[in-house]
């Protein structure tokens, strides 16, 4: 299996495409004037606790005040708040937490007026983007994430991925760390760490530690509400959490982006640093790689699948609903049972692309089609689980229902990636239709259900508008000698003054129209 990452670079956004085997799996846009990522450290002021929330809100530099609710206090607040106003004020300046006395952990049931205060300086991480509108939502218990490990200061507990099945290598990974791990600091093994020496974690470890001595140097002449840690850049944080050896390829298309990718991969995989290539062409990477066609047929209301099948993903201020459709779709199934699980198994790989690509979260309803056999309905939520395994967001999903509807919880840190797939349409001035791009693939679907289909035609000819005849037939090999190649018979084209840029007819040898 091949992964590769595209990288586009504008002057305003980047934007990020993970590759599986040529499909597009995750798209991520990273933009010059978002200063609230998930991760990022701020030296804030509480405005208000409220009581009836148990929460508080804060200003972190934001239009809207970030949400902070007590649990999210973490049970080292004291420590915390004692240590900031003492670097603050110049008193400590021995960060390493090695001889600093810890407070008394604050009660978990507590309420937030006995510990935290209007106008009290605090530090405070992002863990949710805003949204909608939503200001961001926030945590005092903070973490710094490496390659393998992540840090939580004011802490001493080791804990290990779940992820990491065999008890022998946890016990391992939580020797080797307790054995380097600095007092003060707590340490979350994660899965990426499994088979790693001793020396790998140590790095990360040093790594971390120099992050959170140069964190802690901000802070006395720190103003509140000011941003004091920089998560990594987007490029960096997806080559951290989804780098592994089955990467062939990072290819990007900004040479100083390109550098820093370089070294950043030289760095965590330097086996692996030749993969990174400086894309320099008159043709844009994401056209290069078909990454902007997959945009177009994967984004939208309707979602196609090979052979007719296709998905209509609604959304509501509550959740989002998917719906699985066979379509006109042939096939040589025995019965309806087997149809329905086929175009089932189909559509769950495709609704575990969509929720990664779009970033969905929340609740989202998928309504399968009704089997009758409960093995069936079994085999489905496996594969279903099977093809979300490699979500990097936490997530749940339950049995299907007594009317076959699967529900699944999805978390959601950012907002959800939406691309517009219509566009203006050129026959009706202000109204909008499918983008042309995708009109090629409904005649390529169209054409192989008339082409495989019980009723074969001899002698298929395609009525279409100039414009589209012309695509399919130019250069070599064109769309028409693919057609040949693929189905073994040539495919006549009648160009149509009379017909609109998006309308097409198959008709036969009569001149009647078949589809």
């Known amino acids: ?110 309420v937030i007026t006995d510990v935290i205060k209007a106008n009290q300086s605090l530090l405070v991480q992002i863990v949710k983007e805003p949204i909608s509108t939503k200001g961001p939502r926030i945590s005092s218990e903070l973490s710094i994430a490496g390659r393998y490990l992540v840090m939580v200061p004011f802490s001493d507990r080791v804990s290990v991925s779940q992820k990491i099945e065999s008890k022998e290598e946890k016990d391992r990974l939580k020797r080797l760390v307790r054995s380097i791990k600095p007092k003060g600091f707590g340490v979350i093994i994660r899965t990426v760490a499994e088979g790693q020496k001793v020396a790998e974690l140590d790095k990360d470890l040093e790594n971390l530690l120099n992050k959170w001595t140069a964190m802690c140097k901000k802070l006395n002449r720190a103003q509140t509400p000011s941003k004091v840690f920089v998560e990594l850049n987007r490029a960096s944080s997806i080559l951290r959490d989804v780098f592994n050896d089955s990467y062939t390829g990072i290819h990007v298309d900004d040479l100083t982006l390109y550098n820093e990718v370089k070294e950043y991969v030289a760095e965590i995989a330097p086996d692996k640093e030749n993969i990174v290539k400086h894309y320099d062409s008159s043709v844009p990477i994401f056209e290069k790689f078909g990454i902007e066609r997959q945009i177009k047929t ?125 566009e203006e349409d050129p026959n009706n001035a202000g109204k909008e239709v499918e983008a042309p791009i995708v009109l090629i693939d409904k005649i390529t679907v ?70």
Request: aromatic share 10%; proline share 3%.
């Open 446 to 515: 169209d054409l192989e259900k008339l082409l495989k289909g019980p009723a074969k035609d001899n002698s298929i000819t395609l009525n279409i508008h100039p414009f589209i005849a012309a695509y399919i037939t130019k250069g070599f090999p064109s769309m028409r000698t693919k057609w040949f190649l693929e189905y073994k018979r040539w495919i006549k084209i009648q160009p149509r003054d009379a017909y609109t840029y998006l309308e097409y007819r198959f008709k036969n040898k009569d001149g009647k129209t078949i589809y």
């Open 298 to 422: 994967s984004f939208g209301r309707t979602a196609t699948m090979s052979k007719g099948a296709y998905l209509i993903i609604e959304h509501t201020e509550a959740l989002h609903v998917v719906d699985v459709n066979s379509g006109n779709r042939s096939n040589k199934a025995k019965n309806q049972e087997d149809t329905a699980l086929e175009v089932n198994l189909l559509a769950a790989t495709e609704i575990a692309r969509q929720l990664r690509l779009r970033d969905m979260g929340g609740i989202i309803v998928v309504d399968f089609i009704d089997m009758v056999k409960a093995q069936h309905r079994k085999r489905l939520f496996e594969h279903l689980r099977d093809e979300m395994s490699d979500d990097r967001a936490k997530h749940k999903i339950l049995p299907p229902s007594k009317f076959g509807l699967i529900q699944i919880t999805r978390q959601r840190v950012r907002p959800e990636m939406n691309i517009k797939t219509t």
């Open 1 to 110: 299996m091949n992964r590769e990452l595209i990288v586009r670079s504008s002057s305003q956004a980047v934007d990020f495409a993970l590759l599986k085997d040529g499909k597009l799996t995750e798209l991520h846009k990273e933009e010059n004037s978002n200063d609230f990522s998930v991760g990022d450290i701020f030296l804030a002021k509480i405005r208000k606790p409220v009581t009836g929330l148990n929460a508080a809100f804060v200003n972190v530099g934001y239009e809207k005040d970030a949400f902070l609710h007590y649990h999210d206090l973490g049970p080292q607040l004291s420590s915390m708040l004692k240590f900031i106003k003492q670097v603050s004020s110049g008193k400590l300046q021995d960060y390493s937490l090695k001889s600093f006395p810890f407070e008394t952990d604050i009660d978990k049931n507590g």
